[in-house]
């Protein structure tokens, strides 16, 4: 069983920029591919991110990419999403989950998922 953990969302306005944490309740977390998703009010869940056992190894949905990073720390358990340049359209509820696949990708199975974090972009 892995348990997830996300920190870091809050109220920022649009051009600003935020650092989403994932902590992660696992021994074996470095096997494990890292997905970022988010779900704005009304809309389906979405992909923006996500990244194999190296930071090498990463995927970006269009609509984030050259503006969000996801990067982590396999010896502390964490991964991590930066938000640069925000626009109110970023505004969702942002959920880490892992892949006990390893691989990483917006169309792989995340078993696992947190319980969210609130990012309001304000314009």
Do not use: H
Request: charged residues 15%.
């Amino acid at each position: 069983q892995v348990q997830l953990v996300e920190s870091g969302g809050g109220l920022v306005q649009a051009g600003g920029s935020l650092r989403l944490s994932c902590a992660a309740s696992v021994s074996t977390f470095s096997r494990y591919a890292m997905g970022w998703f988010r779900q704005a009010p009304g809309k389906e869940r979405e992909f923006v991110a996500s990244i194999g056992w190296s930071d090498r190894f990463t995927y970006y949905s269009e609509s984030v990419k050259g503006r969000a990073t996801t990067f982590r720390d396999n010896a502390k358990n964490m991964v991590y999403l930066q938000m640069n340049s925000l626009k109110p359209e970023d505004t969702a509820v942002y959920y880490c989950a892992a892949s006990s696949t390893g691989v990483p990708g917006p169309r792989v199975l995340y078993e696992y998922w947190g319980q969210g974090t609130q990012v309001t972009v304000s314009s």
